[in-house]
């Protein structure tokens, strides 16, 4: 069924191999002969041909970026890896190898073609990602449980699936099984579905197809509604209130807190209104964050339009200097008197520096520009971020009240115990916190500090999420002109190298 390598040499995918095959291409000859002479980037290959090569690991493939087609059969590969970096790959071919679990395909989202056939394979799993799979052939492995196949159901672009070879093709029931539960499938094993046979499966498998569709249903459902939460989600993340609205920040701070549930037995001790700040808070944030979002859009239109409009500047600065200059050029190649043509040269020179200041000009009026606008959008956002954070105060007051009451109560609660006035039913571990002053009042202390440092770190983290927008739009700039700048200098240095051409040939004659 697969190839044995107790007597092949077994091979790497090393730079030698990569290098060869790509020049080999067939129907990329020129692109072949073109690495042939000087060398390629990989990035520019689309197909690959790897085949019987006596390939052992996958690997050294992450270069490949672009590749839509690749070819690894008849090899002696164990196992799926190394794939990741391929997320454009369409067509992928791993038969006639010696793999034993289908793995390492989650990156491949676009492939539509994959063959495992003439492997090891006794399970058909880890597929999920591959939404866009059209054909698979996984022929002449160790499928043997017909109920595998139903896994395949997810995938609604499936036309065209081969299982001959296996195990499982010798149950009597094969055929219509497929059907049944692969009801869009045109080819099965080679051969056209016939109608015939669909309309015996549906009548055959009615019940059990409901009772699939119904629990695919719930599974739907349920995963939209998960999705929802999330998406929810991300949004209060935006908007820095996540969990804000409802008991969550309340609950973390007694998650930790092991002598709360004990201090909560003390008489008088009801729960006080921390919920309710926390609601009103992420109601808060919710409502600063529609106007964080309508100032941020009006910027990055405003940036957009500062940049196009610097394009457009630097455009016709350049093709006026390319209009000058090349008229320029033209009366000095066809000078004869060379101090004539060096006082020409000389003038070229000092355009091109001109031509640099001018640039460079406008790009330090473009950053100015952006810096202005960021700093007013950044200044009112932080003037909102610090008004959400100015809600959590409150929760502290709150906790700093009820710590006091606390710590009233459990003293009263003390004294009683001593005097033996104290009547009321305490747990054991209740009991033990009041052997004496130090220890009840070092309980309620610790559980009011666990109680603070849960609110001061919500308080630091919703900040710090405010702050970060900032410094992001800050490096995004920060990229953006050292790019420009970058590729004003590559101009200026061609311009300056043609001009050191043309001084080396006039030397020359």
Not at 35 to 55: H, P, S
Not at 429 to 451: E, G, M, P, Q, Y
Request: glycine share 2%.
């Amino acid at each position: 069924m697969s190839r044995l390598y107790d007597t092949i040499e077994p091979n790497v995918i090393d730079e030698k191999m990569l290098q060869k095959a790509v020049e080999e291409q067939g129907p990329q000859e020129e692109l072949g002969q073109l690495a042939k002479r000087e060398g390629i980037d990989y990035k520019d290959v689309t197909e690959l041909q790897l085949d019987f090569r006596n390939i052992l690991k996958i690997d050294n493939l992450w270069q490949f970026v672009n590749l839509t087609k690749l070819q690894l059969d008849n090899n002696i590969i164990e196992k799926i890896e190394a794939l990741d970096s391929l997320v454009h790959l369409i067509w992928l071919d791993l038969s006639f190898n010696n793999i034993e679990v289908i793995e390492g395909l989650e990156a491949l989202v676009k492939l539509q073609d994959l063959s495992l056939y003439n492997n090891r394979i006794s399970k058909i799993e880890n597929l999920d990602t591959l939404q866009e799979l059209q054909v698979f052939s996984i022929g002449n492995n160790n499928l043997t449980a017909l109920e595998n196949v139903v896994y395949l159901r997810q995938f609604k672009n499936l036309r065209t699936l081969n299982l001959t070879g296996n195990p499982v093709c010798e149950n009597e029931q094969y055929s219509m099984f497929i059907a049944a539960h692969l009801p869009d499938l045109v080819y099965l094993d080679f051969r056209l579905v016939d109608e015939n046979t669909r309309e015996l499966a549906d009548i055959k498998y009615q019940y059990v197809i409901d009772e699939l569709k119904q629990g695919e249903a719930q599974a739907l459902a349920k995963l939209v509604e998960e999705q929802a939460k999330q998406k929810e989600l991300e949004h209060h993340k935006a908007a820095y209130v996540e969990y804000l609205n409802g008991p969550f920040l309340f609950e973390s701070m007694y998650a930790e807190d092991t002598e709360a549930a004990k201090l909560a037995y003390l008489p008088g001790m009801a729960d006080f209104k921390f919920v309710l700040i926390c609601e009103n808070l992420f109601a808060y944030g919710l409502k600063e964050h529609e106007k964080r979002e309508a100032e941020v859009s009006t910027f990055y239109e405003c940036l957009q339009e500062a940049i196009q409009d610097s394009q457009q500047q630097s455009t016709k600065i350049i093709l006026d200097f390319e209009n000058d200059s090349q008229g320029l050029l033209d009366v000095i190649q066809n000078l004869s008197n060379f101090e004539i043509a060096d006082s020409k040269l000389v003038k070229y020179n000092e355009d091109i520096t001109q031509l640099s200041d001018m640039l460079m000009t406008l790009e330090m009026q473009t950053v100015d520009q952006l810096e202005v606008r960021q700093g007013d959008v950044s200044a009112k956002c932080q003037i909102e971020n610090t008004g959400a954070a100015s809600l959590l105060p409150y929760c502290r007051d709150l906790e700093n009240h009820h710590h006091e009451k606390l710590l009233e109560i459990a003293i009263t609660t003390l004294e009683k115990i001593v005097k033996s006035e104290f009547d009321e039913e305490m747990p054991d571990d209740v009991r033990l916190l009041f052997v004496d002053k130090d220890t009840i009042v070092n309980a309620v202390n610790a559980s009011h500090d666990i109680h603070l440092l849960k609110i001061d770190n919500r308080e630091d983290d919703i900040i710090t999420k405010a702050n970060s927008w900032s410094s992001s739009v800050h490096k995004n700039e920060l990229s953006r002109n050292r790019n420009r700048v970058r590729e004003i200098n590559q101009y200026i240095d061609h311009l300056q190298e043609e001009l050191d051409n043309m001084e080396s040939l006039e030397q020359m004659e």
